[in-house]
């Protein structure tokens, strides 16, 4: 059981709570936690509000170290912890990206309602669980060669699109076009490019996930028609991230920078907190490989849109084009990346950590594409199996306050132990299903860590970052049919 936290939480307002910068010694800057009065009994069972107090530390941390509604504990970071540091003066962390680098979520809208594909739904989803590699260690369907993995590792999702694996529109609504310039294959170890190798094209374990969903509700039709999303549409969801290459990656890094820290004389109050001068060697290889590892991200999600289109013109003899089968967007919960924000009065140039949130870029970003620049970025909150997903949209205020972040998910309250334990005997599958929605998972106790009860509320973290502004709702969808590794 975790110890529960007893530290300071001033209410600023009814959506935002802060840690004052005195409260621990050689803390840079406050921080401060975005929730309500409810929230707070979950925020506090958990030590992540001291995680968040750790963040504040670290040299060169801009403004205050963050914490969306969805906070829980990671390694370093809290989950849900976003960092801004100063660009020149301040360090890179992995503990700030996390290990499944690049997790982060696709949504695909179509012209189709839930009346022409329920009578198929059993068939599309043993379709997709049969073409898209599901579950730990899965391996791909492709055979890359090392020039192959060279090219996805620097040049993202254009190398797949050169393969005939995609529609030139993808790239467009993907964040960042799918590639962070800087990525180096020199930068990764024998080993991650070993993990990486076979892995492409696959969706993982965990809480990664394929969902066929029903649009529910629209909260902004504008916004809504300028994304082409509408009431009883369907649309796909893909959850997942850069797999065992983005894990090495991760655990690489850690063990170089623990090992330089004393080289550059910083010591955080926490081990896992291990980090180096963005402008060090060891903290620009670091850049060189996470950069390369969220290229990958965006690539295999890439592939896995292409069988999606595959098995759905498959099983409903009709083409993916003649379905409307079109991206909304591609964004990452877990990376850190060079931005330029406001800072009072000055323009800085910093690193933006983001584990577990969401980018939230509002209107008139030139990083936005151009269809959503009156509206700001779709941002893509997705529930579990049983729980709604979320499309919201980046605000204006989510750039000055949040440096253009939001929440990314519900954020676990049960371990998967405790999940397991918890949902001891109950047939999952059988529940789901009573519920209209059908699921098709490979693992033994997937559907047990993974249960809804697993989870904070969603509509609840939702409603908590539309009412701080950090972004608007705009739709809502619910799962009919799930996918599970």
């Known amino acids: 059981m975790a110890e529960p936290w007893n530290g300071p939480l001033e209410k600023v307002d009814d959506y935002r709570w802060r840690i004052p910068d005195d409260f621990i010694r050689g803390m840079k800057v406050p921080g401060l936690i975005f929730a309500d009065e409810e929230m707070l009994s979950q925020v506090r069972q ?26 829980h504990w990671g390694y370093g970071f809290p989950i849900g912890g976003v960092a801004a540091m100063d660009a020149e003066e301040g360090v890179i962390s992995p503990g700030g990206v996390g ?74 609504m993907t964040e960042d076009q799918g590639c962070i310039d800087g990525a180096d294959v020199k930068a990764l170890s024998s080993r991650a490019l070993e993990r990486g190798k076979p892995q492409l094209g696959t969706l993982g374990s965990g809480n990664h996930f394929l969902e066929i969903q029903e649009v529910a509700e629209i909260y902004d039709a504008e916004t809504a028609d300028a994304f082409g999303l509408k009431k009883g549409q369907i649309t796909v969801m893909i959850h997942t991230g850069s797999r065992g290459l983005g894990y090495q990656v991760c655990d690489d890094s850690l063990d170089i920078m623990g090992k330089a820290m004393q080289k550059y004389k910083i010591r955080p109050p926490d081990k896992q907190l291990a980090c180096t001068p963005v402008r060090s060697s060891e903290g620009g290889r670091y850049f060189s490989a996470m950069a390369a590892a969220a290229n990958y991200a965006w690539t295999n999600r890439q592939l896995i849109l292409h069988w999606v289109r595959e098995t759905f013109s498959a099983v409903l003899e009709r083409s993916p084009e003649d379905m409307g089968m079109h991206q909304v967007y591609d964004v990452a919960h877990n990376i850190a990346k060079f931005e330029t924000h406001t800072a009072g009065e000055r323009k800085l140039r910093v690193v933006v950590h983001r584990k ?26 997705p529930g579990d199996m049983g729980t709604a997903s979320y499309v919201l949209a980046g605000t204006e205020q989510a750039m000055t306050e949040s440096f253009g972040s939001t929440c990314h998910g519900a954020g676990r309250v049960m371990s998967r132990h405790a999940a397991i334990r ?25 559907l047990q860590e993974e249960a809804p009860e697993a989870y904070k509320d969603i509509h609840h973290v939702v409603n908590i970052v539309h009412n701080a502004g950090l972004s608007r709702r705009v739709a809502k969808m619910r799962p009919v049919g799930v996918v599970k590794g």
């Open 46 to 71: 958990d030590q992540a509000p001291q995680q968040v107090v750790n963040v504040a530390h670290l040299p060169g941390v801009i403004g205050y170290a963050m914490a969306m509604p969805d906070i």
């Open 356 to 381: 577990g949130a969401t980018r939230a870029f509002g209107p008139n970003h030139p990083d936005v594409p151009g269809a959503y620049q009156k509206t700001g970025q779709p941002v893509l909150i």
């Open 99 to 172: 290990y499944d680098i690049n997790c982060g979520v696709r949504l695909v809208r179509t012209g189709l309602t839930l009346s022409d594909i329920k009578s198929k739904m059993k068939e599309l989803i043993n379709g997709l669980f049969t073409n898209i590699p599901c579950g730990v260690g899965s391996s791909g369907r492709l055979k890359l060669t090392n020039q192959d993995l060279k090219a996805v590792l620097e040049r993202g999702p254009a190398w797949a699109l050169e393969k005939g694996f995609g529609w030139n529109g993808d790239v467009e």
């Open 422 to 446: 918890a949902t001891r005997g109950r047939a999952l599958a059988r529940e789901l299903e009573d519920q209209g929605i059908f699921v098709q998972s490979r693992g033994r106790n997937t």
